[in-house]
Each structure stands twice: as structure tokens, then as C-alpha cells.
């Protein structure tokens, strides 16, 4: 199965780098230009394996997702439960590690495509658009953890303040 990867140095400690990471709903689209709208579901209020979500990208895709392992402030990993009908299954995982007084943050997609017919291409093809949007999350996620307001927010959600 095709991979696709991204990672930055983050100037932020691991807790906090993750803690952004694995925003949702509002907070999240402060960030991520890849969604529209995310949200836990089930009743969920907080991340956690068997947690799902749902979410909807800028250009109108919906996917239904399962976290499959969630260990702050470390990895969390995800798998698609329903999605767009050209994926015949879709992962994505963030890894955390100390780094040089900050943080490496690796954001990794696997998947592949059906029908297995036109899987070779559509592989090659959804390997490229797939690395360029990483790249461009990862970015966007890299900026928001150097925006000092950004940040007090998301530290300010977190006591309650």
C-alpha cells in the first residue's frame, strides 16, 4: 500500500505539539486547510481509540474515521470506517518525539484505491495529490504552532480558563 509522508521540527514540547494536533469542530479549522467541518461523533467529547469522527473536506468529501490508538503525547493513529468510494481503505498516524528542545512531528497517510483495475494509476496519482496535501496540512500546522495567540487559546481550552 502507498504511503505518504511529512514532517517538521516544531519549537513546542511534545504535549503541546500533540494537544494541537488532535484539535476538532471550531479550533481545528483555525488551522487545517484541508477541512470544513470535524467533529467527534457517537456522544464522544474527546479523543480515544474506539473514538470516531467525522469529517468533511473544503471540497465537499465526507469521511467517517476510528481512532485505532491514541497514546498523548506520543502517536495517535486512525483508520477510515466509510469514506470516499475510490478508497479501498485510508490511515493516517502522528508520531511525537522529543527533539533538540522541541518537538518532531511526523504525520504519515497509507492507503489504496479501487477498483483494482485502475489501482497502478490511481496509486500513482492519489500518491501525488495525497503528499502534496500532507505537506500543506503539515505546514499550516507547523504556522500554527508559532502563533503565540493560537496557542495560549488552545492552552486556556485545556484548564478551563
Do not use: H
Amino acid at each position: 500500500m502507498p504511503q505518504v509522508r511529512a514532517e517538521r521540527f516544531i519549537r513546542l514540547d511534545p504535549e503541546t505539539a500533540f494537544a494541537l494536533s488532535q484539535t476538532t469542530g471550531a479550533f481545528r479549522l483555525k488551522w487545517d486547510p484541508f477541512i470544513s467541518a470535524q467533529a467527534f461523533m457517537d456522544g464522544a467529547q474527546a479523543a480515544g481509540k474506539g473514538v470516531r469522527t467525522r469529517t468533511v473536506s473544503r471540497m465537499g468529501l465526507k469521511m467517517v474515521s476510528e481512532y485505532v490508538s491514541y497514546t498523548p503525547p506520543r502517536n495517535v493513529g486512525m483508520t477510515m470506517v466509510s469514506g470516499p468510494w475510490f478508497f479501498g481503505n485510508f490511515g493516517g498516524g502522528w508520531r511525537f518525539t522529543p527533539d533538540d528542545g522541541g518537538t518532531r512531528a511526523v504525520w504519515k497517510y497509507t492507503f489504496s484505491c479501487r477498483p483494482a483495475f485502475i489501482r497502478p494509476v490511481a496509486e500513482r496519482i492519489g500518491s501525488w495529490l495525497l503528499g502534496r496535501e500532507i505537506e500543506r496540512r503539515i505546514e499550516a500546522f507547523a504556522r500554527a504552532c508559532e502563533d503565540p495567540a493560537l496557542v495560549a487559546e488552545l492552552k486556556a481550552q485545556a484548564t478551563g480558563a
